[in-house]
């Protein structure tokens, strides 16, 4: 009962910071005199043959994880790009169908195919969101030093000092994680060996979960000492954000009018926002993504509002729908369903929480 109710009140604290944030959109002078039929002529005239290839290289961008979910598991096993594949689909598919808990999905689907510690593969999955965050960020201020913006209100020049601040201390703190982490794997068992000593007061079942959970991680984090998987898994980071950044530029040429004037590195800007509104999210239904692309397209390219909302139900569309419905043909082809898939993530998750 707890659990339902700590979940709903999850979902509506997302639902009620999304509708703060449209209500306050909602105030401006171009919202209350907003055109829907210009809003239907950007969606209906969208060219279809870019459309189908932004799809197409959403597919491969879940290929590409694969690859790098499989190099970040190469120092424990060798694992199945198979099980990577649809380990990636589903687990993200189990995100825009259930929300954040869908995140422990991936870890705990492929821990189970693969045999080997859920924690390994939590390690992997932290490893992987790191990548994720440096690649996205240096793309991002590329885009921002070097992209063609033209904030003309006070409002968007000031929300881009913000976003050079936010992105520059994001990168910081994601440099000192990587640096403890790279210290915490060279020195795990000195590490570990100093936390359990500092944990003595612990039962001693208690210590030896603990002491498990840190060695499994280590090993996660095995990636970090092979230069030869580093330079793997940095390469397909790369190839998957410039895979990421060309689905929006795709899109965007899609729709034609105001967006054709739109570069790849415009594109990376609105990517780097839309990620950012992604940690407001409502399960099957989206709202940061939308809302953050909008202000961006808006404020800092002045693409009129109807367009910019066109394209921002567009991008979720044609981000999240070819993963959505794959990952329902491989839940049934496997006999899972997404209560099923929620109860291995919460399971996983607790088991975490119990031994630590």
């Known amino acids: 009962m707890r659990k339902n109710l700590r979940r709903w009140l999850g979902v509506v604290l997302i639902a009620l910071a999304v509708g703060l944030i449209a209500l306050n ?43 790098r979910w ?46 080997v510690p ?117 390469v397909l980071t790369s190839v998957l954000w410039f895979v990421n950044v060309t689905v929006f530029w795709l899109v965007f040429h899609a729709l034609g009018g105001d967006f054709s004037h739109l570069t790849w590195l415009a594109s990376a800007l609105v990517l780097f926002m839309a990620v950012l509104g992604m940690m407001a999210q409502i399960p099957g239904i989206g709202g940061g993504f939308q809302l953050l692309a909008i202000l961006a397209l808006t404020g800092f390219f002045n693409v009129p509002l109807e367009e910019a909302t066109g394209a921002s139900l567009a991008l979720w569309v044609v981000n999240s729908f070819p993963c959505m419905v794959l990952g329902l043909v491989f839940l049934a082809h496997e006999g899972l369903s997404l209560r099923k898939l929620k109860a291995l993530a919460e399971t996983e998750r607790e088991s975490v929480v119990e031994k630590t």
Do not use: C
């Not at 279809?48 to 290839?53: C, D, E, M």
């Not at 993200?92 to 954040?100: I, Y």
């Open 25 to 67: 959109l909602g105030r401006g002078e171009e919202w209350r005199n907003f055109h829907w039929e210009q809003l239907w002529r950007t969606l209906v005239g969208a060219n279809p043959g870019y459309l189908t290839a932004a799809m197409a290289l959403v597919y491969s961008s879940y290929l590409i994880r694969a690859f």
């Open 70 to 115: 499989r190099s970040f598991l190469h120092p424990i096993k060798q694992g199945s790009l198979g099980i990577e594949f649809v380990g990636q689909v589903v687990g993200f598919g189990a995100v825009f169908f259930l929300g954040r808990i869908g995140e422990f999905v991936r870890p705990a689907y492929i821990a189970r195919k693969e045999g």
């Open 118 to 234: 859920f924690t390994a593969m939590a390690a992997v999955w932290l490893l992987e969101r790191i990548y994720d965050s440096v690649f996205v960020i240096l793309v991002s201020a590329i885009a921002l030093f070097l992209g063609p913006l033209e904030p003309e209100t006070s409002e968007a020049r000031s929300a881009l000092v913000r976003m050079h601040w936010v992105g520059g201390g994001v990168l910081l703190v994601t440099v000192i994680l990587v640096g403890l982490l790279l210290v915490f794997r060279m020195r795990s068992e000195a590490w570990t060996a100093r936390l359990l000593r500092a944990l003595d007061f612990l039962p001693g079942r208690a210590r030896h979960h603990f002491e498990h959970l840190l060695r499994s991680f280590a090993v996660g984090l095995g990636v970090l000492r092979s230069w030869q998987d580093f330079q793997a898994s940095a």
